[in-house]
């Protein structure tokens, strides 16, 4: 029988600090343990029972009597961004040290930029998203020019724009233009298209975010899988992280509502193949913003959704659930955080019943895992080791 997986990616859902975390300036972080101090426990009780509150103490989260396949996994590779995380779900592992600009673009580089791009552009600060707009958003209803800002930590560059000045498409295609033309030593790992709309005190982030990715420097999971003939299907933001290579049919999301939705439309309709999810809202909607309350509110949907779907999973399907990094609401800054991802994965074995049991290891066990439960084939030359049979 063809089989189908599921690999769900909840952004920035960290479970705890990673042994360089220090090095980071995140030691002792803990996004969900933290959030669920925070609002006196996590009100989870599909992803609870599949094993959550097995992996480490979350207040609210008891460890289930018998759990699915869980763990921690560790990153593959320096770094903290999406792109280091869904990257190293796929066995591949970032070059090296990224580009960063921890005390914002200066304003020689960010005139440079400019003239790139063939528009000048504001700020360069790091800064969160909001603050951006409620800074330079008048300047740039006044002048047009697109506000440009970065992360103290990601190796990240981030175009924000008004649509009266920069239609969403005429926004992608700067973004597109500046990745392109930087020095290769100056280009990071995304930039990132930010439209709003508003006026003065009352700016809205809308949908129409893009993701400008530098292309993986090496074969992925997704790659040995189209080099089989599986078919694969990307929601959401993985297609732009991956700089679109590996997918055979991309479904846009830019909330999790619509990526959730994608995801039930393929659980219905996909016969045979993988689908690669990314729920983004727990880190760009609430974590940035240490919004605790919306941060458990989109966990709690998450967790809906995943109790209907329990039901209709059959023998050859497997559902895989995980994260990229940690966003930690504790955490002095509102980055992203150094941690380990859980692993939660609902599969059954010969017998017919769910497998259970402690797995920990790295991310790219998820690729190795999909590409085991789809084709038989082993990891070859990529890292990672199945937990499926």
Known sequence: MPRRAFVLVLDACGVGALPDAGDYGDEGADTLGHLAQLVGGLDLPALGGLG??????????????????????????????SIVGHWGLMGVAAPGALPTWPAGVGEDERRAMGELAGTPLLSGATSDGLDALATWGAEHLRTGHPILYTS??????????????WPVPALHDLAVR?????????????IIAR????????????????????????????????????????VGKVVDVFAGRGFDVVHPATTNAEALAATETLLDGMDRGLAFVN???TDDRFGHRKDTAGFHGALRAIDAAVGGWLPRLGPDDLLVLTADHGVDPAAPHPFHTREYAPLLAHVRGPDGRPLSGRRDGTLADVGASALAWLTGASPGPLPGRSFVP
């Open 52 to 81: 959550l509150g097995a992996i480490a103490p979350i207040a609210g989260v008891p460890p289930a009597a018998r759990p699915a396949i869980h763990g921690r996994l560790d990153a593959l590779g320096p770094g903290k961004d």
């Open 152 to 165: 103290a930590v990601d190796s990240v560059l981030q175009l924000a724009a008004h649509e009266r000045h």
């Open 178 to 190: 500046l990745h392109a033309a930087l020095p290769a030593d100056r280009r990071p790992a995304r």
């Open 195 to 234: 439209p709003f709309v508003g006026e003065p005190g009352a700016f809205v982030r809308i949908p129409g975010r893009k993701d400008v990715a530098m292309a993986p420097p090496a074969q992925s999971y997704l790659d040995a899988l189209q080099d089989r003939g599986v078919p694969v299907h990307g």
């Open 279 to 281: 729920l983004v809202e």
